[in-house]
């Protein structure tokens, strides 16, 4: 059972439930740290293993993912304008698509919650206790894996992958053109200001400076005692 | 004086109205602002969810239905935040008259008969810029009815707040949604010092009131006198037939 309860003084009006079947299941992480390889990983070992798994993550509602996708381009919203999006975004998605799993028993897979957000807005001035409010709608998932690896295990994916990213290397926040510069000195903050949310959201870190499949084992080994109490179909 | 959230005041004064639908609260804002324009006052005017960026999303959602109390609340919070952010507060540092017609206490009367917590609502909108003077125009319920359901042909689904299911009729759940919103303001009063109009009073009076009570702020205000361009050129002896327009150009679209 998922126990229903929310991080502050937020509320969703019209909801109301003590606990629900399902399971909120977060994974959180810098860019590049494999949430998604995970979140792939999981979905289709738990559905091997009988569970019904449903999937999200941010920016993806269909209320406010167009308009924060046009407004991320245009490089427009200012700060708190853009925490709101985001906000709107989440809550969204919580009524809509999380809440409504957890209430038919599926396992919710979430890459990123509320503390990247949370992590990313900090990082760039916002106050910390004003995210903290504007956030404690959320609901306190059942676990939150936070997937940490040091910057030189995180550059060379970076480089792999898609590149440096305008938002994610603190182009909008940082002096000057030299992404690779900037992305070293923004994901450094990034980090140190997710190690400060984690000990306050009670984050289980998982090493992710080890391989995909290690740290896959990991997180299934961790997995495990909070599924108890399913009744997978298989 | 308005005043940053964190104390700082601003040279600029922030004027803002608020009151139920039909409390006649834009008409007296309305004759405020070409009363100050008149007097050589530099006027920025900014109203209720019309930020063009956050726009887009609040009419569809509102159209499709999908706004949830908690969304609704969260999108007319991005929408304050971003007509805060690029319009009230560069304008009040530079000293302008700035005038809301609806602020923070419409989203704290109408989140809070949407059922969200009114201490969350206080402190998601507190990034918000506190006024020189706040109106409340304050109506009896049935009157404000009268004036707004006359030869009105239906109510929009969020307007009637038909989204709480009071009532299946859009008028009757209209009635209980603005009474309910009423309350709501009525407690706010004393709570953020709102100042009452008595807006069952000849308009005249109403606009006579407010006057009174936003003179003593105009003295150190930024003046501007804002013809067309076209009018300005014309003094100087410009003209030139390729001077197309005789508006000063729109800085955000609609």
């Known amino acids: ?234 | 004086m308005a005043t940053l959230p964190d104390g700082t005041p601003l040279p600029g004064k922030l004027f803002i109205v608020e009151g139920i639908d039909g409390s006649g609260k834009s008409t007296q804002l309305d004759l405020l602002h070409k009363w100050l324009v008149s007097e050589g006052h530099l006027v920025v005017f900014t109203e209720w969810n019309s930020s063009p960026l956050v726009r887009r999303t609040t009419q569809r959602g509102k159209k499709e239905q999908l706004l949830t109390p908690l969304t609704f609340s969260l999108i007319h919070a991005a929408d304050l935040a971003d007509r805060m952010e690029r319009q009230v507060i560069p304008a009040l540092k530079a000293g302008a008259a700035v005038l809301a017609d609806r602020y923070i206490y419409t989203a704290f009367a109408r989140d809070g008969a949407r059922g969200l917590n009114p201490k969350w609502l206080r402190k998601l909108y507190s990034f918000a810029v506190r006024p020189t003077v706040a109106f409340y125009f304050q109506v009896p319920l049935e009157e404000a009815l009268r004036r707004i359901l006359v030869g009105r042909p239906a109510l929009k689904w969020y307007e009637a707040g038909m989204d709480l299911g009071l009532d299946p009729d859009p008028y009757e759940c209209f009635r209980l949604f603005q009474k309910r919103i009423l309350g709501q303001y009525n407690d706010m009063i004393e709570e953020f010092g709102l100042t009452v109009i008595d807006a069952t009073r000849p308009l005249i009076q109403q606009q006579q009131q407010v006057r009174a009570l936003v003179m003593p702020h105009l003295k150190e205000l930024m003046r501007a006198n804002l013809m067309p361009w076209r009018q300005v050129l014309a003094k100087e002896g410009l003209y030139g037939r390729y001077l197309q327009s005789d508006t000063v150009p729109r800085l955000v679209e609609q």
């Open chain 1, 1 to 234: 059972m998922t126990k229903i309860r929310y991080y502050g003084t937020g509320n969703i009006p019209g909801f109301e439930a003590n606990e629900l079947p399902g399971r909120l299941i977060v994974l959180e992480g810098t860019d590049g740290v494999g949430r998604s390889t995970q979140v792939a990983l999981l979905h289709e070992w738990l559905e091997a293993n009988g569970y019904a798994v449903a999937q999200t993550g941010l920016a993806r509602s269909s209320l406010v993912g167009p308009g924060l996708m046009r407004a991320k381009q245009g490089h427009t919203l200012g700060d708190t304008t853009l925490n709101l999006f985001y906000a709107t975004d989440f809550a969204d998605r919580l009524e809509k698509e999380i809440l409504p799993a957890l209430r038919a028993g599926f396992v919710c897979l979430t890459d990123r919650y509320i503390y990247s957000m949370i992590a990313r807005a900090v990082v760039r001035g916002v106050d910390y206790d004003w995210l903290k409010d504007l956030f404690s709608f959320a609901i306190v998932p059942d676990a939150v894996f936070y997937l940490e690896a040091d910057l030189e295990h995180l550059i060379p994916r970076v480089i792999a992958g898609e590149g440096f990213d305008y938002w994610e290397s603190g182009m909008d926040v940082l002096r000057g053109d030299d992404i690779f510069e900037n992305y070293r000195v923004y994901q450094t903050r990034l980090l140190a200001q997710f190690r400060q949310i984690g000990k306050e959201y009670k984050f289980i870190t998982v090493d992710a400076n080890r391989s995909a499949h290690e740290v896959f084992t990991d997180l299934r080994r961790r997995l495990k005692p909070i599924l108890r109490g399913m009744q997978p179909a298989v």
